[in-house]
């Protein structure tokens, strides 16, 4: 673990003195993250119907956000911190157009209200970090997304991915420092590796563990490889996940977690961290294309430990169309994540284990 400075002391007072709920448990904070969820949206339901025709049943455009996502709490029972990756704008009234009309390659997503209480839900007895450094966040507009980030704080959940400055999370034995990164207007823009490596060596100052969520590199099925070079994606550079995960690491961070190009990705051990290059799609509900390999994710789980990550746990999850989640039995996901790392990180890959488990090598 860091040296405690006096500047850790006085964030970590901080934190507890802006929060009415300090999870107080005498062993080392156990973090579960999960990729990109969406609880619904209120911005366009026509989807719904095009989903009613294909699937010939009746779909609801705007259903009960805290149903959704409740399949998903077992998931993350043992768990101190749960992150996820909030993909999309949380509230209700006008907001400005972000397609244009006719459009097939852009979507606006707005959650109902009662999304904030239902991510904060997931975990009652812990914490929750929900990350808006993502390019769905501003869907409705700047001031959706300061609405977003009010919802969220008032159902009790830390936002992260807002700006630079680290989102801290009390623990008994020290303090949790969250930062979100996105190749979109929200959050920090991970292709500026200089500034990148200054904002997670200032967590890294005030905090002994620093876990750092990045949203970027290419979406679909042809993007589970992870290769170090600069991603593209309908002309847009979505930045080297490669080079953005190892400077966080060499500035600080115990713990990457990728989401964003909507499959599962490789992990990799790197400097005694792991970096998880994307989780997938959690639980997406609306017109996402839940085509194999996109209806499969993942929730990891890890403990920070004083010398790092420590027993993972890997928690399989599948999607049945129009997006409802149900834990997966069959071990797809820690298959497809092994094969993944054996093939781009030969040398410094994750291995999961037939009870879906890893260690850090020694």
């Not at 904070?29 to 049943?57: E, F, I, K, Q, Y």
């Not at 749960?82 to 006008?94: C, D, H, K, S």
């Not at 209480?117 to 975990?123: K, N, S, V």
Request: proline share 7%; glycine share 10%.
């Amino acid at each position: 673990m860091r040296t405690r400075s006096l500047i850790y002391r006085v964030a970590l007072l901080a934190a507890f003195s802006t929060t009415a709920l300090v999870a107080q448990q005498p062993h080392p904070p156990r973090v579960c993250a999960g990729g990109d969820v969406l609880l619904g949206s209120n911005l366009d339901t026509t989807w719904a119907t095009r989903a009613a025709d294909r699937l010939m049943h009746s779909v609801e455009a705007t259903p009960d956000p805290a149903a959704l996502i409740a399949p998903l709490a077992p998931l993350v029972a043992d768990a101190d911190i749960v992150l996820l990756n909030v993909e999309g704008a949380i509230g209700t009234g006008a907001a400005p157009a972000k397609c244009r009309p006719g459009s097939t390659s852009c979507y606006a997503f707005r959650q109902p209200p009662t999304a904030a209480a239902a991510y904060r839900g997931i975990l009652p007895n812990g914490f929750v970090v929900g990350n808006l450094a993502n390019n769905h966040a501003m869907d409705a507009g700047p001031e959706g997304f300061i609405e977003s980030k009010e919802r969220l704080e008032a159902a009790g959940a830390f936002v992260t991915g807002v700006d630079s400055l680290p989102t801290l999370v009390p623990m008994w034995n020290g303090t949790v420092a969250f930062l979100g990164f996105a190749t979109a207007q929200a959050g920090p823009d991970p292709r500026d590796l200089s500034a990148a490596r200054r904002h997670v060596g200032r967590a890294a100052e005030v905090a002994p563990w620093v876990v750092v969520t990045m949203h970027m590199g290419a979406e679909g099925a042809r993007a589970q490889r992870t290769r170090d070079t600069t991603e593209m994606y309908l002309g847009e550079d979505r930045g080297n996940v490669v080079a953005f995960a190892r400077a966080a690491v060499e500035a600080g961070a115990d713990l990457v977690v990728g989401h964003g190009p909507h499959v599962l990705r490789a992990m990799e051990w790197y400097r005694g961290a792991l970096i998880v290059y994307s989780l997938g799609n959690l639980l997406t509900y609306g017109p996402f294309n839940l085509a194999e390999p996109l209806n499969r994710g993942a929730i990891l789980c890890a403990t920070l430990a004083d010398q790092g990550v420590e027993m993972l746990s890997l928690r399989g999850t599948v999607q049945q169309r129009p997006g409802t989640v149900r834990p997966d039995s069959s071990a797809r996901a820690a298959f497809l994540i092994d094969s993944l790392s054996g093939l781009d990180f030969p040398g410094s890959r994750v291995r999961f284990f037939q009870e879906v488990t890893a260690r850090r090598p020694r």
